[in-house]
Nanobody
């Protein structure tokens, strides 16, 4: 079992930055592929970014490429999402997710993830 807890969300203005954290407990994240997803009311949860278990490989949605950076500290068992140049359309609840036994590959499909956090709200005002 893995427990994931997101933090770092908040209310910011367009152009500002935020760093989200996803702290894991229960298992060692170096063997887990992890991802960030976001969701607004009435819409499907959408992929934002993913990182492989070893932290080497990353992948981003086109909408955030060049603005967001995902990283992973396997010693602290924590994943991060650095979000720069935020836009009002980035407003959503952000979730982190983990999938075991994936050290090398990134996972972009939400159905393949086993564990999810409760989410943290990010609101970007114009």
């Amino acid at each position: 079992q893995v427990w994931l807890v997101e933090s770092g969300g908040g209310l910011v203005q367009a152009g500002d930055s935020l760093r989200l954290s996803c702290a894991a407990s229960g298992r060692i994240l170096s063997t887990f592929a992890m991802g960030w997803f976001r969701q607004v009311p009435g819409k499907e949860r959408e992929f934002v970014s993913a990182i492989s278990g070893n932290g080497v490989n990353t992948y981003y949605a086109e909408s955030v490429k060049g603005r967001f950076t995902v990283s992973k500290d396997n010693i602290k068992n924590t994943m991060y999402l650095q979000m720069n140049s935020l836009k009002p359309e980035d407003t959503a609840v952000y979730f982190c997710a983990a999938k075991p036994r994936d050290r090398v590959y990134v996972v972009v499909t939400k159905e393949k993830y086993y564990y999810w956090g409760q989410g943290t709200q990010v609101t970007v005002s114009s």
